[in-house]
Nanobody
Framework: QVQLVESGGGSVETGGSLRLSCAAS????????MGWFRQVPGEEREGVAT???????LYAESVKGRFTISVDNAKNTLNLQMNSLKPEDTAMYYC??????????????????????WGQGTQVTVSS
């Protein structure tokens, strides 16, 4: 049974930083696409960043240069370093895994059809 457990969310002021972590069990990081997503109530889920099996990261335009996704295979953990946070980054953040998808992780079709395992989410709130 796959479990993904996020941690590290919280409340920060504009310009602050947070580091999210996603501990995986029943699933081995580095074997397929993994990603971070976010959702605001009433809005569609948004892909934030993904990492391919070979470690290639891809980012949403809105977070490029501010967020960094990384995988720690020794700890079986997916991370998201978020710097220069803005109020529009406020959302529930989820990590997810797409077993069987090795590359080409960042597309709506892949988000909707191949990311099969999801965590419960961690809230990030950025105040102005």
């Amino acid at each position: 049974q796959v479990q993904l457990v996020e941690s590290g969310g919280g409340s920060v002021e504009t310009g602050g930083s947070l580091r999210l972590s996603c501990a995986a069990s029943g699933y081995t990081t580095g074997t397929s696409c993994m990603g971070w997503f976010r959702q605001v109530p009433g809005e569609e889920r948004e892909g934030v960043a993904t990492v391919a099996k070979n470690g290639t990261p891809l980012y949403a335009e809105s977070v490029k240069g501010r967020f960094t996704i990384s995988v720690d295979n020794a700890k079986n953990t997916l991370n998201l370093q978020m710097n220069s946070l803005k109020p529009e980054d406020t959302a529930m953040y989820y990590c997810a895994a797409a077993p069987g998808r090795w590359y080409g992780c960042f597309s709506k079709e892949v988000f909707d059809n191949e990311f099969k395992h999801w965590g419960q989410g961690t809230q990030v709130t950025v105040s102005s």
